[in-house]
């Protein structure tokens, strides 16, 4: 999976905002915290959720389970608005 290329991703002081061109079915910006970022980074090429979860476990000091956790919900919020391509 990873983002699809009609959403672009900007990086504006320490936040980073995910932005549909021409993108119908989700209207509006994604103002993304630090753990969102790392995953939208994480899909700017082909990867799985097995490799965000590896990558975020060797990043940040917490239980896999949790970040397996956080990972799925952002997943989905990507889903929702049509941001993956699967």
Same mark, same amino acid.
């Given at each position: 999976?990873?983002? =699809?290329k009609?959403?672009?991703?900007? @990086?504006?002081?320490?936040?980073?905002?995910?932005?549909?061109?021409?993108?119908?079915?989700? @209207?509006?910006?994604?103002?993304?915290?630090?753990?969102a970022?790392?995953?939208?980074?994480?899909?700017? @090429?082909?990867?799985?959720?097995?490799?965000?979860v590896?990558?975020m476990?060797?990043?940040?000091?917490?239980?896999?389970?949790?970040?397996?956790?956080?990972?799925?919900?952002?997943?989905?919020?990507? =889903?929702?608005? @049509?941001?993956?391509?699967?």
């Amino acid at each position: 999976m990873k983002l =699809r290329k009609d959403f672009i991703v900007q @990086n504006i002081d320490d936040t980073q905002f995910l932005v549909p061109l021409g993108h119908e079915a989700f @209207n509006g910006i994604v103002r993304s915290n630090k753990t969102a970022a790392f995953i939208v980074d994480c899909l700017k @090429n082909d990867t799985t959720k097995d490799q965000i979860v590896d990558a975020m476990c060797l990043q940040y000091d917490a239980p896999r389970e949790t970040i397996d956790a956080d990972v799925e919900e952002i997943l989905a919020t990507l =889903r929702s608005i @049509n941001a993956l391509e699967e």
